[in-house]
């Protein structure tokens, strides 16, 4: 075991624990801070993929009309030759 006196032991104590206080206090401030932004993100991605799927069904209602208006117009060939 180390020999040392006791005021310098006091003092490395105190100077410990008050070093982990300050520790502690900092990662709480740091995680508090970084939750409202973590949450924001979730909200906006499930915005935007909402959007996307508006914009994917648009899409697709498109492309379903393109394609009925090609066999129709495929009908309307058979017929005429």
Known sequence: MLTCK???FNKFLFFSLV???VSFAVNSVIVY?????EKKRHLHNKV???EIQV????????LERI????I???KRRRHVN
């Open 48 to 50: 935007k993929a909402a």
């Open 19 to 21: 070093f982990l206080i």
């Open 72 to 74: 129709i117009s495929e």
């Open 6 to 8: 006791n005021k310098i």
């Open 55 to 62: 914009q994917q069904r648009e899409i697709l209602d498109h």
């Open 67 to 70: 394609e009925n208006k090609m």
């Open 33 to 37: 801070a970084l939750e409202p932004v």
